[in-house]
């Protein structure tokens, strides 16, 4: 009976312990929630024109779903980011398992597993790791997520009405733009990982870093676009610079309280960005 009586209190106690910790995620989904709402784009939108000025491109969000948000879904041959153009002229472009035509994109975003050419590929044909097995143990250490959804939806911020169910956001920025978006993510996070560089393609280093950084409700921001064969697509003196919306959370309420407001030095650099002599 005394056996009894014990394991009773254990399978109660596990019960309780389980049972709590479910409310413990359940209320961090819900004070998410609650920030995201709090979250106004335009809001967002003014605060960076003020802070950046004119000239510097507004980001672009993503975020996947079952429905596009563009009519144009042929397939891209090649590299998808030969597509990004739409994006600098205002248009919101919708990626899928059919319409991307690069193993490793299709890969990174979440629509396959990975081919069993990458490796070599990666290693042998672009030489960017000295043998396939580096290759493996990168992608098994990356643990590249799966998605269930049919499309990635990626559009210029101007374009979206909130910022429910984004992932993250991903600036296409110059030098003195980073120069302000680092400062900007430093301000609040004195980790040495604030920012990170890390070996992948261009788009696991937008997409794939980003979704997992978000998904463990991470504090890293990602530079990125340093990919030989995606650099053909971009302007020489762009590279990206990723927030998880995890992280995002945080910053959008501290861009007007960092240097890019009301400080001699940023004005300096916010004028050349913007052309303005002095």
């Known amino acids: 009976r005394k056996r009894l009586i014990i394991n009773m209190f254990e399978v109660l106690y596990k019960q309780s312990e389980s049972f709590f910790f479910l409310v413990y995620i359940c209320l961090n989904k819900y004070m998410s929630y609650l920030i995201t709402k709090q979250m106004e784009v335009k809001v967002f939108i003014h605060n960076f024109r003020e802070a950046f000025g004119v000239t510097a491109d507004l980001p672009f969000v993503f975020w996947y779903s079952d429905n596009p948000i563009s009519e144009d879904i042929d397939k891209i041959n090649g590299c998808f980011f030969k597509s990004f153009d739409k994006l600098k002229e205002g248009e919101q472009i919708s990626l899928s398992s059919e319409r991307i035509g690069c193993m490793g994109g299709k890969f990174y975003t979440g629509f396959s597993e990975m081919h069993e050419r990458i490796p070599n590929f990666v290693s042998l044909k672009e030489k960017y790791k000295k043998t396939p097995e580096m290759v493996i143990d990168f992608i098994q250490k990356m643990k590249v997520p799966s998605t269930d959804k049919i499309y990635l939806n990626i559009s210029p911020v101007d374009k979206i009405d909130s910022f429910d169910n984004i992932l993250g956001i991903i600036f296409f920025a110059t030098p003195d733009v980073l120069s302000g978006l680092a400062s900007w993510t430093f301000f609040d996070n004195n980790a040495d990982d604030a920012i990170v560089t890390k070996f992948g393609s261009g788009c696991s280093s937008i997409f794939t ?54 400080t001699p030095a940023w004005s300096k650099v916010r004028n050349r960005i913007n052309g303005v002599i002095e």
């Open 209 to 262: 870093d980003t979704v997992v950084e978000n998904s463990n409700n991470g504090r890293r921001t990602f530079l990125g676009l340093f990919d030989p064969s995606v650099r053909r697509y971009i302007e020489p003196e762009i590279l990206s610079f990723a927030i998880p919306m995890s992280r995002f959370k945080e910053m959008y309420f501290t861009m007007r309280e960092s240097c890019l407001f009301d």
